[in-house]
C-alpha cells in the first residue's frame, strides 16, 4: 500500500509509479471498503436470521468507515502541510540564527554520501551561499521533506472515501438480491472474494508487485477478517 | 497521523519525533479502533432494540477491522522490503550495465543541490568510485528509499492490530454495562468522546502539532461518523 505521496520523479523508462495517484486512490478506497463492511456482514450472517439486520449494520459501517477514513485523511493532509511549514519556518530561522550550526549539518550530509573534505569544502559554500537553496536542501536532504500539494490532500481523502463506500456496497448487495442471511453471505462471499483478486491484482501491477500473489494476499485478508468475524459473533450471539 | 517510518535522525534537540516508534503505533490504533466500531454501535442504537445485536455485531467489526489492519499492514510491509529489494537490485544491474546513464544522473541530482559544475565533476567522481556507495546514493537520494527494518513491520502491524482492538471495546463496554441500546449509546458516546479527546490531545504532542486543536479534530471524526452512521441506519431499519 504505496499512498500516492510516496511516488516519486524518477526518470527510468520502467517506472512502475506512474499510474494517476487517483487511480490508486480508488483502488485503496475500494478494497478496503470491499474488506471490512464484507467481514461484519458474514459475522453477522451466522448470528442473526434477518437479512434486514445485516444490511443495517453493513451500512451504518460503510457510513461510519467512509467518513472516519475520508475526513481522518483530509485532517492528516491539513497535519502534513502544517508539519511541513513550521519546520520550514524552523529552518529559515536556524539558517539565520546558528548558521555554523547549520552548515556543519549540510557537511556532516555530504560526508555520509561520501564526498572528500575537499570537495565539500566547496559545496558547502556553493550550497549556503543562498538561504533559499541553504533552506531547501535541508528540508529535502536533511529532513527529507518535500512541499505537499494542499490540493492533493482534499482531493485523495474525497476519492478515498467514496471508493470505500463503493467497495462496501457491493458485499452488502449481496444481501438485498437473497432472501435469507446464509444465502447472503454465499453470493456475498463469491463476489467480494473475485472482487478482491481483481483489485489485489491491479493495486500489485500498479506498485510493481508481482500481480498474482497481491491478489491472493488481499483475499486471504478478506476471507480471514470474514472467518474470524463469523466465529466471533457466533459465540456471542 | 505520521506512521512510524516517517520518524528520522534529526540532531536537534527540539525534535518532536522522538517518542517511541511504539507508542505512536498504541496512539495510531487506539484511535482508529476508538472511531468506527464507536459510529457502528452508535448506528445501530437508532435501528435496533436489543444491546446483545449492538454488542454482536460491534465485536465482529472489532475482530473484522483488527485483522484486516493487522494483516493488512504486516503484508504492506513486506511489500514496502520487496519493493526496497527489487530498486536495491535494479540500481546495482544499472550502475554496472549502463553506467554513463547513471553517472549522468548522479550529476542531475547534484545540480538540482545548487552545485557547480566544477564542483560537481570531483563530486561525482567521488560518489561513483565506489559501487557500493553509489547505490546507495541513488537508492536515498534519487529514489528517496531507506532500507526497512524487517522487524518493524511485523512488530507495528501487531501493535496497531492488538491497540485497534483494545479501541474498539471501550465505546462496546458500554453496552455490556446498560439495559437498553440507547442507554449504551449514551456513556458509549461520552466514554468514546472523552477517549478521542485524551487520545488526540497526545498523539498531537507526539507529532508536534497543537494538542488542544488535534484533540478536537479527533472527537469531531468520531462524532461525525457515529451521527452519520445512527441516521443512515434509522432510514435502513
Not at 67 to 80: D, N
Not at 183 to 200: H, R
Amino acid at each position: 500500500m504505496l499512498p500516492s505521496s510516496h511516488a516519486h520523479q524518477h526518470p527510468h523508462p520502467e517506472d512502475h509509479l506512474t499510474s494517476s495517484a487517483m487511480l490508486q486512490d480508488i483502488v485503496i478506497g475500494l478494497s478496503d471498503g470491499l474488506t471490512v463492511p464484507f467481514a461484519l456482514a458474514a459475522g453477522l450472517s451466522g448470528a442473526v436470521d434477518s437479512s434486514a439486520l445485516v444490511i443495517t449494520a453493513g451500512l451504518a459501517e460503510v457510513v461510519a468507515g467512509s467518513i472516519a477514513m475520508g475526513l481522518g485523511g483530509y485532517l492528516a493532509g491539513r497535519t502534513e502541510i502544517e508539519h511541513y511549514d513550521a519546520e520550514l519556518a524552523r529552518e529559515h530561522r536556524e539558517v539565520q540564527e546558528v548558521p555554523e550550526t547549520e552548515r556543519a549539518e549540510v557537511d556532516e550530509l555530504l560526508a555520509e554520501m561520501g564526498l572528500s573534505a575537499a570537495t565539500r569544502e566547496a559545496a558547502v559554500r556553493e550550497l549556503t551561499s543562498n538561504p533559499e537553496q541553504w533552506v531547501h536542501f535541508m528540508m529535502k536532504y536533511e529532513l527529507g521533506l518535500e512541499k505537499p500539494d494542499p490540493k492533493q490532500a482534499p482531493k485523495s481523502a474525497a476519492t478515498i472515501s467514496l471508493a470505500y463506500a463503493v467497495g462496501g456496497l457491493i458485499p452488502l448487495s449481496a444481501y438485498f438480491l437473497t432472501e435469507t442471511p446464509s444465502e447472503g453471505l454465499l453470493w456475498s462471499a463469491i463476489i467480494t472474494l473475485v472482487c478482491l483478486l481483481v483489485f489485489g491484482y491491479f493495486k500489485s501491477r500498479m506498485t510493481g508487485q508481482p500481480p498474482v500473489w497481491g491478489a491472493l494476499k488481499m483475499a486471504g485478508t478478506g476471507a480471514l477478517a470474514a472467518a474470524a468475524a463469523f466465529f466471533v459473533a457466533r459465540q456471542f450471539s
